[in-house]
């Protein structure tokens, strides 16, 4: 029987339509292939992956999109007792991609963003028993956009503060989901008050505090740790007293969906592992750095193959990675003495 989830994932999980023909518009594109992702279904099946036990908690639609998706979860062996059902459908959104690999979220096709299950997530149908037993709970802020689903976030703070769950927040910011994206911000901001782990790219820095430095974020929530991820030019971070940053790994990228998903992942599988759950966990700043790197490690190797699920590595994979880094960074030393 598996053992009790100790992270949690609530949100969306969802079919991403990724375009075959790289670089060309919406309207050019010939052919999509669904992947599933969805970011907090994309942690939780890259922390189980990884080995660390988790569950999802999200709705989806009773049609054969959403029972594919309960059938991954289960492959994944993601604890599925916090979802929900509905007879809405299963959410799909379509993503183009640059010749790079870049993605941009283009639409939902015929669809509304609200006509889907994952806006409907009801807040009295959350299984307390899970907040009983887990340490973390992961989110993102797209189910803020949906009142029904905003209700189901609020009883699901309310559960983690009663249960002492430290909350991990992931902005994940897509105005496309929102039909009213200008509530978006200040929504977001009051969520902030109660996380623990605040994960955010760039561009979102920018949006929401007009800056990309992590200790200037940090000083408006000091309750958090901050990681500033930028793609190919690495993660800045703000934990604790430490900071800095951290080199990303130069790969043949394929596709960059889910690959902030996989390194947010890849930080909390090293803090599930060194049962870092506080903010006075994080005194050594070499061993931080470590931890960051093999985030980092995990987001790269995610962005290898098409997908945000099918393309994470298992903790192996990781560790050779690693270790073939490691290696090749060792000759170089030897060159350059020699």
């Given at each position: 029987?598996?053992?009790?989830?100790?992270?949690?994932?609530?949100?969306?999980?969802?079919?991403?339509?990724?375009?075959?023909?790289?670089?060309?518009p919406?309207?050019?594109?010939?052919?999509?292939?669904?992947?599933?992702?969805?970011?907090?279904?994309?942690?939780?099946?890259?922390?189980?992956?990884?080995?660390?036990?988790?569950?999802?908690?999200?709705c989806?639609?009773?049609?054969?999109?959403?029972?594919?998706?309960?059938?991954?979860?289960?492959?994944?062996?993601?604890?599925?007792?916090?979802?929900?059902q509905?007879?809405?459908?299963?959410?799909?959104?379509?993503?183009?991609?640059?010749?790079?690999?870049?993605?941009?979220?283009?639409?939902?096709?015929?669809?509304?963003?609200?006509?889907?299950?994952?806006?409907?997530?009801?807040?009295?149908?959350?299984?307390?028993?899970?907040?009983?037993?887990?340490?973390?709970?992961?989110?993102?802020?797209l189910?803020?956009?949906?009142?029904?689903?905003?209700?189901?976030?609020?009883?699901?703070?309310?559960?983690?503060?009663k249960?002492?769950?430290?909350?991990?927040?992931?902005?994940?910011?897509?105005?496309?989901?929102?039909?009213?994206?200008?509530?978006?911000k200040?929504?977001?901001?009051?969520?902030?008050?109660?996380?623990?782990?605040?994960?955010?790219?760039?561009?979102?820095?920018?949006?929401?505090f007009?800056?990309?430095?992590?200790?200037?974020?940090?000083?408006?929530?000091?309750?958090?740790?901050?990681?500033?991820?930028?793609?190919?030019?690495?993660?800045?971070?703000?934990?604790?007293?430490?900071?800095?940053?951290?080199?990303?790994?130069?790969?043949?990228?394929?596709?960059?969906?889910?690959?902030?998903?996989?390194?947010?992942?890849?930080?909390?599988?090293?803090?599930?592992?060194?049962?870092?759950?506080?903010?006075?966990?994080?005194?050594?700043?070499?061993?931080?750095?470590?931890?960051?790197?093999?985030?980092?490690?995990?987001?790269?190797?995610?962005?290898?193959?098409?997908?945000?699920?099918a393309?994470?590595?298992?903790?192996?994979?990781?560790?050779?990675?690693?270790?073939?880094?490691?290696?090749?960074?060792?000759?170089?030393?030897?060159?350059?003495?020699?």
């Amino acid at each position: 029987m598996q053992n009790s989830p100790q992270v949690l994932c609530l949100g969306e999980v969802l079919w991403d339509c990724l375009a075959d023909q790289l670089g060309r518009p919406f309207t050019e594109v010939k052919s999509w292939t669904p992947y599933p992702g969805g970011a907090p279904a994309n942690v939780a099946c890259a922390l189980a992956k990884l080995g660390t036990t988790a569950g999802f908690i999200g709705c989806l639609g009773q049609d054969r999109w959403g029972q594919q998706l309960i059938e991954l979860l289960d492959q994944h062996q993601v604890d599925r007792t916090g979802i929900q059902q509905r007879e809405e459908p299963t959410r799909q959104v379509y993503v183009t991609r640059s010749e790079a690999g870049d993605r941009i979220f283009s639409g939902f096709g015929d669809h509304q963003t609200t006509d889907f299950a994952d806006a409907y997530l009801q807040a009295d149908a959350l299984p307390e028993s899970l907040f009983a037993t887990a340490d973390y709970l992961v989110m993102g802020t797209l189910a803020l956009a949906y009142p029904e689903t905003c209700g189901a976030i609020v009883q699901a703070l309310r559960l983690a503060q009663k249960h002492r769950v430290k909350v991990w927040i992931d902005i994940n910011w897509r105005p496309m989901f929102w039909p009213q994206p200008t509530l978006a911000k200040p929504m977001i901001l009051d969520l902030l008050q109660q996380v623990q782990m605040l994960k955010l790219s760039e561009e979102e820095a920018q949006w929401l505090f007009n800056t990309t430095d992590p200790e200037q974020i940090a000083r408006e929530y000091p309750q958090a740790g901050v990681l500033v991820t930028a793609g190919a030019k690495g993660c800045r971070y703000k934990i604790s007293a430490c900071c800095g940053h951290t080199e990303a790994f130069r790969v043949p990228v394929v596709d960059t969906t889910g690959a902030g998903d996989a390194f947010l992942a890849g930080f909390l599988h090293q803090c599930c592992a060194r049962d870092f759950h506080y903010h006075g966990d994080f005194q050594d700043a070499s061993l931080l750095k470590e931890m960051i790197r093999y985030a980092s490690a995990v987001g790269a190797l995610a962005t290898l193959k098409p997908g945000a699920i099918a393309s994470q590595p298992t903790a192996a994979e990781v560790q050779s990675f690693l270790d073939a880094h490691h290696r090749d960074s060792c000759r170089s030393s030897q060159l350059e003495s020699s």
